[in-house]
């Protein structure tokens, strides 16, 4: 990280007890959609090293977050309530949690801290501020959350590509420092970008292409290997003249990846066999097909088992390994193996090996695998492709000033 970031221990070394402590924190985890469970508390937990200082040194910590996409007011389904129980399960300690974000709920909860406690301030994004495209909207909302802290401590890594009142105006109004989980993101994600040990393989899945091409242009140039699965796949297999059936397909990236592939110099490898469904569910009627026969009534749901052995064969030798997105629909098991056994297979190389993100990471977890084999599982998804773009993360950015 840029020399000219302070972090945590820089607050810390100043002395915080009795001060309170704004923390932006990423604690937008999954939800079950029916009993509004928490399905993956990977988010929570990354954020506990910093949470669990600033309570050891004495400091009043404001807690605050996004959850979801609610859209600028109060939205039961995305309340940080059951994160708010959670976190305190895990911090051992109440957790004060705000029915508002700013409003008289947040102001009494945050004077009522005593020295060493945690309060949750209710979902930023139930408030038009926080997201807001205009300068002044945002700039009054960051006002208000302002008012809270007397230093502010990012530890959000998983929004700081969000140009977000929390994120990018709040730091300009405090004194401002990186959490311990930024700060390793960051050293993590800067050993990809620098000069990474070669072979250099990235493993890229997930549904959308649109969402993935820029990181595809950016990293073409760096990667030895590029490995493409998921729902994105189709897109490409398409543009190799292919028919998918009913496979997700992005027509109008269909041009934009064939020249891609053409440009690509072979080191895009695509799927050579999927798992082609009757349809969109768990029970669904499938088989494995050949993925330039996939039938005109299939959508294709996971890669085949000869892509994984492909896949596998490509990540043996490698030094460092990235991956981002779920090969398949992890989440049904018929449809499970490819991103098990890819997941696996980067497991047994002795590269350094880099999760990218919110669906990966909750995939490691879902599958049952073990977290400590991979050598760095990001809680940003965006954010860390983001990163690996060379893009400007406004969060980042606003911690330098
Ligand atoms: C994420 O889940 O990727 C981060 O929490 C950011 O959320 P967003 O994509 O809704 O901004
Ligand atoms: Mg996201």
């Not at 030895?224 to 496979?247: N, P, W, Y």
């Not at 049904?332 to 919110?358: L, S």
């Not at 599958?367 to 760095?376: A, K, N, P, Q, R």
């Amino acid at each position: 990280m840029s020399a000219s970031i302070r972090n945590l221990d820089d607050l810390l070394a100043e002395g915080v007890s009795g001060r309170r402590v704004l923390v932006r924190a990423d604690l937008n985890v999954p939800l079950d959609k029916q009993t509004g469970e928490i399905t993956d508390d990977g988010r929570i937990r990354a954020v506990l090293p910093t949470l669990g200082a600033l309570v050891q040194a004495g400091a009043k910590v404001v807690v605050c977050s996004h959850l979801g996409r609610p859209k600028g007011a109060p939205d039961p389904q995305y309340s940080l309530r059951p994160v708010a129980g959670r976190l305190g399960e895990l911090l051992d300690a109440p957790v004060h949690f705000a029915t508002d974000t700013v409003g008289e709920s947040a102001r009494a909860t945050v004077d009522a801290l005593a020295d060493g406690q945690v309060a949750l301030l209710e979902n930023l994004r139930f408030n038009k501020g926080e997201t807001s495209k205009d300068d002044t909207e945002r700039g009054a909302f960051a006002d208000q959350l302002a008012a809270f802290g007397e230093a502010y401590v990012d530890d959000a890594f998983g929004a700081v590509h969000r140009k977000h009142a929390s994120v990018h105006d709040v730091p300009a109004r405090l004194p401002h420092v990186a959490g311990r989980l930024v700060l390793r993101e960051v050293e993590v994600l800067s050993r990809l970008t620098g000069e990474p040990e070669r072979p250099y393989v990235v493993v890229l899945g997930g549904s959308k292409v649109s969402d993935k091409l820029a990181v595809i242009e950016a990293l073409l140039p760096t990667v030895d290997r590029l490995l493409i699965g998921g729902g994105m796949c189709f897109t490409f297999l398409k543009a190799q003249g292919h028919e998918v059936g009913t496979s997700l397909l992005e027509e109008e990236m269909v041009e934009t990846c064939g020249n891609l592939l053409a440009r690509a110099d072979g080191k895009i490898l695509l799927p050579v066999d999927v798992v082609a469904a009757d349809a969109f569910a768990p029970d669904a009627a499938h088989d494995t097909v050949p993925a330039d026969g996939i039938p005109s009534h299939r959508l294709g749901l996971d890669i085949g088992p000869e892509t994984v052995a492909g896949f596998t064969a490509a990540l043996a030798g490698a030094k460092t390994v990235f991956w981002n997105g779920p090969m398949g629909v992890f989440e049904m098991p018929a449809f499970a193996g490819g991103t098990r056994g890819v997941a696996e297979a980067i497991t047994k190389t002795d590269a350094f090996t880099v999760v990218g993100g919110g669906d990966s990471a909750a995939a490691v977890r879902a599958l049952g695998l073990d977290e400590s084999s991979f050598g760095h599982i990001s809680t940003g998804g965006g954010a860390s492709l983001e990163y690996l773009e060379g893009k400007t993360l406004p969060g980042i950015a606003a911690l330098e000033n």
